[in-house]
């Protein structure tokens, strides 16, 4: 089964870091562009950075960048979102998600999200 | 970059059909073809449901379309069923430095 899921979410405070994984399984993770996708309690979807099957080509959200920094490993099937300086308004679930083989910025597979709150 | 705009809210019988809107510009929407829309039930993780401006990934209804025409993007949902009362985004390329944007969102209620 193809999959995705999310871990290493939880609660922290302001000018904290916290360090988001995604596992991946059921595909060949290695021939994917995988990205991170946020939705801030209701709130609507934010894409937040993306990063090419090889790791050649890497995109932030001007809302994130110098902050968040991602990074993939293909030999573990793992994708990853260090999160530096956090701040209130990084309050969100953070998605990771497939680049779809047929087409360029449409994913296709999301995993469950994890919930990142930033508070004191 | 802006996100892209949608109607806060749509709403249709069931069998009937409704249509969301999703509004950008030269620089997203009208200047790529790249415009999915995803489908999110509540607690859920978002579902692809079109792809392209109109193609339908594998196991999407046909009730589902796109299409889109200058800087607007559409998507229509034909044959109403409860299970479509969803929130719809919409979102699109928009070039190498800011690679994607997503619209709004769209609250869809069956009536």
């Known amino acids: 089964e193809v999959q995705l899921v999310e871990s290493g979410g939880g609660l922290v405070k302001p000018g904290g870091s916290l360090r988001l994984s995604c596992a991946a399984s059921g595909f060949t993770f290695s021939s994917y562009s995988m990205n991170w996708v946020r939705q801030a309690p209701g709130k609507g979807l934010e894409w937040v950075s993306s990063?090419?099957?090889?790791?050649?080509?890497?995109y932030y959200a001007d809302s994130v960048k110098g902050r968040f920094t991602i990074s993939r490993d293909n030999a573990k099937n793992s994708l990853y979102l260090q999160m530096n300086s956090l701040r209130a308004e990084d309050t969100a679930v953070y998605y990771c998600?497939?680049?779809?083989?047929?087409?360029?910025?449409?994913?296709?597979?999301w995993g469950q999200g994890t919930m990142v709150t930033v508070s004191s | 970059q802006s996100a892209l705009t949608q109607p806060p809210s749509a709403s249709g019988s069931p069998g009937q059909s409704v249509t969301i809107s999703c509004t950008g510009t030269s620089s997203d929407v009208g200047g790529y073809n790249y415009v999915s829309w995803y489908q999110q039930h509540p607690g859920k993780a978002p579902k692809l449901m079109i792809y392209?401006?109109?193609k339908r990934p594998s196991g999407v209804p046909d009730r589902f379309s796109g299409s889109k025409s200058g800087n607007t993007a559409s998507l229509t949902v034909s044959g109403l069923q409860a299970e479509d009362e969803a929130d719809y985004y919409c979102s699109s390329y928009a070039g190498s430095n800011n690679p994607l944007v997503f619209g709004t969102g769209t609250k869809v209620t069956v009536l």
């Open positions: 998600a497939r680049e779809g083989p047929e087409s360029p910025s449409a994913f296709d597979i």
């Open positions: 392209e401006v109109s």
């Open positions: 990063i090419s099957s090889s790791s050649s080509y890497i």
